[in-house]
């Protein structure tokens, strides 16, 4: 399939208002003027330096500027998108295409798909109520309140058909778990357009909890006691993270424990299963191609042998399993049994023998698939396989 990795940043809700709200009473504190901060704003280190770099720039220019909470609004928007791609740059993970809803709100596009969809709307006193009942939904959905104001939904809709109209035929949504609701909604707007319900698909991604000894971190963005992805990757590495994410199915909650993504031990999966690469490794630098490789596996036999090529051989169908499913814990599950069958081999197998060179070149064949096949899974996952450990 030709793929294309999109992220949608709702810029234009009360979220944003309160990033502008928070830039605006931290910098004022800066100066030492009266500011609180209410519930709603955001606590975290970040905003104070933001403001703070503000105050470095400009100085007390936005003390008493009319125009000052629009601009930390826009500010503090490009500053957090800027931490965001670094952070993703950082986390091996590339999107494409970056779509504003404040550009989708500014393409007059909105009026237009009220317009369109005056068959399925209906008045609740003011507020404008489309009937996705009548459809797939549990509920009909308003998409105008009472006040004039767009839901997130108005947007979304049109953000999707934007989507489709550029050529693509099949959409992949992956968001929050607290997003269910919003998937039969969505189907149902895309109906009334023609299109399929399943030319939508969405993907629910349950919570992570952090644990350490033992114990939860109580996290909370605007309190500010938070864990970033990047502080998380600087703790325990990378690789461990990426892992660790991807070894639960998606709609699992995930237990993320940082004693254990530390350990440099088998009992910490990502270990576990870079040793076994790292392992292999070693037998060709033992072997310094002395000995040619002969993959006939005749001589094949021992138990722990046959269990490895069973695993390689099941491998392109794990692959495929995993596609259809949208499920890579599939591949991570399988690289667990492939690196416990390599330890097994690896122990209880003489692979260099120099007294049998046939053997010894059958082992090796079946060591160099299994390298091929377990770098191939941890790279299809965006963990590295080293060479040392």
Do not use: W
């Not at 220019?61 to 125009?67: G, I, P």
């Not at 839901?151 to 809709?157: A, M, W």
């Not at 357009?193 to 629910?204: A, E, M, N, R, S």
């Not at 001589?299 to 069973?310: A, F, G, N, Q, R």
Request: glycine share 4%; with cysteine.
């Amino acid at each position: 399939h030709s793929v294309t990795r999109e992220f949608y940043l709702n810029d234009a809700g009360n979220q944003i208002d309160n990033l502008g709200l928070s830039i605006d009473a931290r910098y004022k504190q800066l100066f030492g003027l009266e500011a609180p901060m209410s519930e709603d704003m955001y606590q975290g280190v970040d905003i104070i330096q933001i403001a703070k770099t503000l105050k470095e720039n400009h100085g007390d220019k936005y003390l008493n500027d009319v125009n000052a909470l629009s601009f930390f609004k826009e500010y503090g928007m490009k500053e957090e998108l800027k931490k965001i791609n670094e952070d993703l740059e950082m986390f091996r993970v590339k999107f494409d295409v970056y779509s504003l809803e404040s550009e989708v709100r500014s393409k007059g596009a909105i009026e237009k798909e009220i317009e369109f969809l005056k068959p399925y709307i209906y008045h609740d006193g003011e507020a404008l109520v489309l009937k996705t009942y009548s459809f797939l939904d549990d509920k009909d959905r308003v998409i105008v309140k009472s006040d004039g104001e767009y839901t997130y939904f108005l947007p979304d809709i049109i953000y999707h058909l934007d989507k489709l109209s550029r050529g693509f035929d099949y959409l992949i949504d992956v968001l929050g778990a607290d997003h269910h609701g919003y998937i039969n909604r969505m189907k149902s707007a895309l109906m009334m357009h023609g299109y399929k319900k399943d030319t939508l698909d969405v993907q629910i991604i349950q919570m992570v909890r952090i644990f350490q000894d033992g114990k939860e971190i109580k996290l909370s963005k605007r309190t500010g006691k938070t864990i970033t992805l990047r502080e998380l990757c600087e703790d325990v590495g990378i690789d461990a993270v990426r892992y660790f994410f991807v070894a639960r199915s998606a709609s699992s909650h995930l237990d993320f424990n940082l004693n254990l993504a530390r350990e440099q031990s088998s009992s910490n999966p990502v270990y576990y299963a870079q040793y076994a690469y790292a392992r292999l490794a070693s037998v060709f630098e033992q072997a310094a191609d002395e000995f040619l490789l002969d993959a006939s596996g005749k001589l094949l036999k021992e138990e722990s042998e046959i269990d490895l090529l069973k695993l390689l051989i099941d491998y392109p169908h794990v692959i495929e399993d995993a596609a259809n499913k949208k499920e890579p814990s599939i591949i991570t599950n399988f690289i667990q049994k492939l690196a416990a069958a390599t330890h097994s081999f690896y122990t209880n197998c003489r692979i260099i023998d120099k007294d049998d060179t046939a053997l010894t070149s059958n082992r090796l064949a079946l060591a160099k698939a299994t390298q091929i096949v377990l770098k191939n899974a941890l790279n299809l996952i965006g963990v590295e396989a080293p060479n040392k450990m």
